[in-house]
């Protein structure tokens, strides 16, 4: 499976969009990009998945880039309870159930 | 509908016994896959169970081991326990273990003393 680059952190103000980027230069053709987050102490929660087209969901919206090397998820309006780590994973379509997670980025939503 | 489950929420057991920690997946799915995570590693899949078989490992002794019944509920065991696997325990569950997306339960914490 591809690697994937997060920055370690963000912070992001309550209401306002909040921008996660995400690069997979190594992506291969079969390869999807899911986002994941994980509040303390809870699994990783599902959020969006995609492979080449742009996704949105109730939860959030995937932008790939055309040569799908990086791409961002946005939170329209960041609440206090976004307040998560965020995992961006690139996987097969038959890697059977493995899940690679990176680091992921800390994402701090304040008041 | 009702998530995936884990059992027990939490564990506590000595160095040398064995668990078994117990995953409930979602109606109607039927690939189980299990993780750990600790605070060095972060989160590492331990393997992929589809119709009772397993079909995908990760790199882990042969201490940690796991099984899936007819129902589609799983177990995974750990024997000759280790200061080392001290962690959280995931379950996740997807309809086919393919490209679809697994869903996670909020696992079970095993302490060993």
Known sequence: DAKTTQPTSMDCAEGRAANLPCNHSTISGNEYVYWYRQIHSQGPQYIIHGLKNNETNEMASLIITEDRKSSTLILPHATLRDTAVYYCIVRETDSWGKLQFGAGTQVVVTP | ?113
């Open chain 2, 1 to 113: 509908k009702a998530g995936v489950t884990q059992t027990p929420r939490y564990l506590i057991k000595t160095r040398g016994q064995q668990v078994t920690l117990s995953c409930s997946p979602i109606s109607g799915h039927r690939s189980v896959s299990w993780y750990q995570q600790t605070p060095g590693q972060g989160l590492q899949f331990l393997f992929e169970y589809f119709s009772e078989t397993q079909r995908n490992k990760g790199n882990f002794p042969g201490r940690f081991s796991g099984r899936q019944f007819s129902n589609s509920r799983s177990e995974m065991n750990v024997s000759t326990l280790e200061l080392g696997d001290s962690a959280l325990y995931l379950c996740a569950s997807s309809l086919d273990g393919g490209f679809r997306p697994q869903h996670f339960g909020d696992g079970t914490r095993l302490s060993i003393l």
